[in-house]
């Protein structure tokens, strides 16, 4: 197969290898991804495809602001280490010329790996978002001729030209799904499911689910896959207005659906929602299947409205979390971060102690390291709060802040270096789980993930915070047991 590159995708290979080459190591996290240069958003595409994970991104080379949405492109081995490949599509035909929007990837019975995405084409007035298929060898890519296959009139009624957008693809036997998300002109989002059997030809199956109002107006990015005996969908709402369950706040979340899913009448029956993840910083996740057959989930580590004041220090703007390894227990889902990452495992330093009052703890100070407390609740009846602070140093500093009475942990970086008043405070539920409390926080240089109760929680934050603030402390209102480990990070 040959490949012609268009001007317009040349343009962008060889702007980013040329300002890519120029960002020095430093300045990038070690374990996440970011874009090689410029802006990123969404994951898109990710797959295990031919020996190695498959990671591609919402990308804009050219500026740290959102653009003209190319496709960035990444691979690696063990989902940590990424290295970059050539930028695999820009906005460059008639059915995408206004950008190629969020998408996924499958891989085809002869072998090549076909990109699913949305093009954005119309007018500002008149936006048309329809679904477009490339397929290629896993560097390069050629779009179909009769893009887009799945276009917006193969909507039910009622359904919006200007969203409909992002699916995911999968294959199931001789056929293939998708799930795409939907706009109902009555303000409704809607995940829609089509099958296929060749991925070309699209027909429409049922709506899965909708917002109603309830959780959002249009949903975004959808994953649709079973796990562990249930069947989640996964969704990124806009604009959620006043919830029932006070833990989803308004505005941008990414919700998991969890239910049942009948194969033959392809209908899901919602049994819960949970909100995904708490932080401030956490949107859009795709998932893939690992060869010894994981659930992964990826998410862009930013948020539509915490981005727009975030500071610009680099040439590059935006990042992934790390992957996750997602499994259902009790109809609740948790996310554990791979367990690759113990390979990037280098100092240990262990302790277990009684504190009471400040406790420096001078030997598990660092900005990129693996740390894990657990606070033995059941030894600790006189706890009334136990406070966990990292990267501090000079007047910064971020705390968790576990309150006994309430049994939830508050995490507040309104001290980190900030200089906004952004979303800066979360609290969430945390109950010591027979007796104890567990808390895992993966710190990347100026970023934070915590996984609170071997992942029943999670809280994904960026920290602005100058890079020797590096200190970590504890300090407890009543004595209390804690236990800690800590393993650098390469
Ligand atoms: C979600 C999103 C998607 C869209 C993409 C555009 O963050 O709005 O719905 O495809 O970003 O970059």
Redesign the pocket.
Same mark, same amino acid.
């Given at each position: 197969m040959s490949y012609k590159i268009s001007e317009k995708l040349q343009q962008a290979r060889d702007y980013e290898a040329r300002e890519g080459a120029a960002i020095p190591a430093a300045d990038r996290p070690r374990l996440h991804l970011t874009p090689r240069v410029g802006w990123m958003? *969404?994951p898109n595409g990710f797959c295990h495809y031919k020996g190695a994970y498959h990671l591609f991104y919402?990308y804009y080379p050219y500026d740290t602001v959102?653009g003209a949405?190319h496709w960035g492109h990444a691979v690696s081995t063990d989902l940590l280490h990424w290295d970059y490949l050539p930028c695999a599509m820009a906005p460059d035909t008639p059915a995408d010329e206004k950008?190629c929007?969020?998408g996924s990837a499958v891989e085809l019975p002869d072998g090549r790996l076909a990109l699913m995405y949305?093009g954005v084409s119309g007018t500002d007035k008149a936006v048309v978002q329809a679904q477009c298929v490339a397929v290629g060898d896993g560097v390069d890519f050629v779009k179909d001729a009769h893009n887009p296959v799945l276009p917006p009139r193969q909507q039910p009624e009622g359904f919006c030209t200007a969203d409909f957008? *992002?699916p995911k693809i999968w294959r199931e036997g001789d056929r293939y799904y998708c799930v795409a998300?939907g706009l109902h002109r009555e303000d409704v989002g809607s995940i829609q499911l089509y099958e296929s059997e060749d991925a070309l030809h699209w027909t429409f199956v049922r709506v899965l689910d909708a917002s109603r109002d309830e959780l959002g107006i249009m949903w975004?990015?959808p994953d649709f896959f079973p796990l562990d005996g249930r069947q989640l969908l996964l969704v990124?709402p806009q604009s959620i207005g006043p919830c029932a369950d006070p833990e989803i706040r308004p505005g941008y979340a990414t919700l998991a659906l969890v239910g049942d899913y009948d194969p033959e009448t392809h209908r899901f029956d919602r049994r819960s929602v949970q909100l995904l993840d708490a932080g401030t910083e956490f949107?859009?996740p795709q998932t893939t299947l690992t060869p010894d057959g994981r659930r992964v989930m990826v998410a862009?580590m930013e948020n539509?409205e915490t981005c727009k004041a975030a500071p610009r220090r680099h040439r590059w703007f935006g990042r992934m979390t790390l992957p996750r390894e997602l499994t259902v227990r009790e109809g609740r889902l948790y996310q554990n971060p791979v367990r690759e990452i113990e390979a990037h495992w280098r100092e240990e330093a262990r302790r277990t102690l009684r504190v009471e009052g400040d406790q420096p703890l001078p030997e598990f100070s660092g900005r990129y390291q693996d740390v894990s407390l657990v606070l033995d609740a059941a030894q600790s009846p006189d706890c009334r709060a136990l406070t966990l602070g990292f990267a501090q140093g000079g007047k910064c500093a971020t705390t968790l802040r576990w309150e006994a009475d309430r049994e939830e942990l508050v995490f507040d970086r309104s001290r980190c270096g900030t200089r906004r008043d952004m979303a800066n405070i979360r609290r969430i539920p945390a109950r010591a789980r027979d007796g104890r409390l567990t808390l895992r926080l993966i710190l990347d240089g100026d970023s934070v993930e915590l996984f609170v109760n071997d992942g029943e929680r999670t809280i994904t934050s960026i920290i602005d915070t100058p890079p020797e603030a590096d200190a970590l402390s504890l300090h407890s209102d009543g004595p209390a047991m804690v236990e800690l480990v800590r393993h650098t990070l390469v």
């Open positions: 958003n *969404d919402q959102w949405m950008g929007f969020s949305t957008r *992002d998300a975004e990015c990124s949107y859009a862009w539509w």
